[in-house]
């Protein structure tokens, strides 16, 4: 398959990934941070919705694809660096995470502890029918 040229603007790293950040487009909250090769990024665009590059799976992963919260592509932008992706997104059914909450960004340092300050909008095995993988 053919690979449009606008992919050679990216600084892909040694391993040919590129980190993507997805950002709620209309709230500006960011939502989490994945990895995508060219395919994925390439799949991206021509799908209008967020396909990453899973590394633990080595595969291509739809986000949503399992759990059912897609992520609709509003806009992709490249850094100043060309070497940072930011998605802008509507995440349908509200939850980012694989955890169940909203977003991925839900500890917060505190006094030297990690404090969760989210709790899941929905249980992790509710989600999958099992307990998800921690990375």
Not at 30 to 35: D, P, Q, S
Not at 92 to 97: D, Q
Request: some cysteine; aromatic content about 8%.
């Amino acid at each position: 398959m053919s690979q449009p040229a606008w992919l050679d603007a990216i600084k892909w790293n040694a391993d040919g990934l590129v980190p993507a950040i997805a950002q709620d487009h209309a709230s500006g909250e960011v939502l989490m941070l994945a990895w995508m090769n060219r395919d994925a990024l390439a799949a991206t665009v021509a799908e209008g919705r967020a396909v990453y590059w899973s590394r633990s799976r080595g595969k291509l992963w739809r986000k949503g694809e399992e759990s059912g919260h897609v992520q609709v592509v509003k806009d992709v932008r490249l850094d100043c660096d060309n070497d940072a992706i930011l998605l802008r997104v509507e995440q349908e059914g509200g939850i980012a995470c694989h955890t169940g909450r909203r977003r991925c960004f839900f500890q917060s340092l505190e006094n030297g502890v990690w404090r969760e300050t989210e709790a899941p909008v929905r249980s992790a095995a509710d989600i999958y029918g099992r307990r998800p993988a921690s990375d």
